[in-house]
């Protein structure tokens, strides 16, 4: 893809924004001033996923990728998420490692917040933060007090009861029924004495709209190590500087300024950022002209690919009139060679890229099973018609099925916009879908992530098949917001479809405190899932990071915590 003049512009004129902003700010060390003592420098991260429209991370306007590598470092949780994807408590947020009592039947977490703990404008982190996180993502059912907007109330809805004692610094959290995956939960931690409010509509309304891009954080709030003031961020240059938080009572960020610009996700404008010194550190979709132009840039230059938690993969929209007929859906599976896929993308730089065939493990997970029915293992045309002739399809003469009700066989498929990797994966699917009769269009959308008063959005449901990704963690019941049926509230279901008996299954998953049988479980919902293809997975998605080799600590983080997961720890060689 050629850079054009627009994305040329884009970094000369985001680092001048940035600049400006910064110049905005004094050097008290004040909270109002956004900088701090040290004397560390900046580090511009180029975003090349889609601008958020949003900070907020409960609502599905807050879902994106460049939502967490904003927020990931302001809002607090109780633990992180590592590189090797182990998981520990943040010893800042608490005191001690938290608690887990199931001597009673049940379970039982007690957490204890560190006496310093404190947002940015002095307020204790305290149990009250605790108890609204849960009540607001504990339902998404306005019938029992939830709110419809709730992006995901995994965890929350197994929750009967925090409390809080010691001042608030202790916080005991009930789980009825259990929740195997209980350390996903309070991630994050919302501030209570902004966000709460008495009356149910108006907390609900607050949380619905979350935190547009524009107005910022409410009240500048932090309680990490970064913080994002509302002047800081320049929302037509895509830029927002983070600064180090005041009140921060753990080790300062080293950095005075971690600015992240957006860049959209041209090649050739990630690769001139760094070439040129005008960007520190990009995280991009990896593609092959992109990673052997970083390549040359050594040793000025550092990069590593590596295989994260995160995959690839088809949603079918299941209100739409072909697509709500399995046997459509599963033609549609079986008419595409995802080897070949996989050897025309990621495998062009990664010899390790293979197919993926499970929807809740990848391929170097040790629970991953390959669950995939014989007839998904290659392309198999044959039975793709097969299927679209069962339901009543006829081949037209350009090779291309109708339908006597729904028309002529036609899928568009949305993907974000300004993605090669994602271009070519739709380009390679359409002349094999149309082997099958089934004809396939690409289409670049810019709203698929936006909230449901765009209609074309995956929330507004204005869609027929989507390419995209899930970025998971090391917890497997963060998936159950992705199938559960609609039923339960929309949640990520954006396929709009599933059976009680997934649900069950789904429920029993994230009941089980044993590992290996909630393993099990999970494989098992992943083999009903390939029953009703109401998802396609492609393979698991490599990660590709390079920055300037006079950055140091950066550190890749290929799970949701993303490549920012340390960034304050980032420092610039003397």
Known sequence: MKLSKRHAALIATGIAGAMALTACGGGSGSNDSGSSSSSGGRVIYGEATDWPENLFQGISAGNATSTQNIMGRVLPSPFIV????????????????????????????TYKISNDAVWSDGTPISADDFIYTWKAQRSADPADG??????STNGYANISDVKGSDDGKTVTVTFSPSYADWQAVFGPI??????????????????????????????????????????????????????????????KAKLDQLVIQGIGNDPTTAVQGLQNQELGVIYPQPQLDLVDQVEALKPNVTSKITFGLSFEHLDFNTSDPNLADPNVRKAFAMAL????????????????????????????????????????KSQ???????????????LGPDGIYTHPQRGRLKIQIDTTANNPLRQTTIEVMIPQLKKAGIEATF?????IFAGADKPTSLEAGGFQAALFAWVSTPFVSANQSI?????????????????????????????EPDPSKAADLANQVDKKLWDQMATLPLYQKPT???????????????????PLWNSEQWSQKQ
């Open 82 to 109: 590592k590189p090797d994807f182990s998981v520990v408590y943040d010893k800042n947020l608490l005191s001690e490692e938290p608690k887990l009592d199931t001597s009673g039947g049940g379970q039982v977490i």
């Open 544 to 562: 590709f990071i390079a920055y300037q080799s006079s950055v140091q600590g950066v550190e890749d983080n290929a799970s949701q915590a993303g």
């Open 483 to 511: 199938y559960y049926s609609p039923a339960n509230g929309l949640g990520q279901n954006y396929s709009r479809t599933g059976t009680p008996e997934i649900d069950q299954l789904l429920a029993q998953m994230v009941a």
């Open 443 to 447: 289409n670049a959308n810019p709203d």
């Open 337 to 376: 060679d995802r080897q070949e896929i996989v050897d025309q993308t990621v495998k062009q730089f990664s010899s390790d890229a293979q197919v993926l065939d499970n929807r809740l493990y990848v391929n170097n997970q040790p629970e991953y099973k390959d669950n995939a029915p014989e007839e998904y």
């Open 190 to 251: 919302y501030p209570a004495h902004i966000m709460a409010n008495d009356d149910p509509a108006t907390q609900c309304q607050t949380f619905t709209t979350g935190w547009p891009i524009a107005d910022g954080v409410p009240s500048d709030i932090s309680g990490g190590p970064w913080q994002v003031l509302k002047k800081n961020i320049d929302v037509g240059g895509q830029v927002i500087v983070l600064t180090p938080n005041p009140k921060w009572w753990g080790d």
């Open 146 to 151: 939830g709110c419809e907007g709730v992006l």
């Open 380 to 394: 198999n045309t044959d039975k793709a018609k097969q299927l679209l002739e069962q339901s009543g399809y006829t």
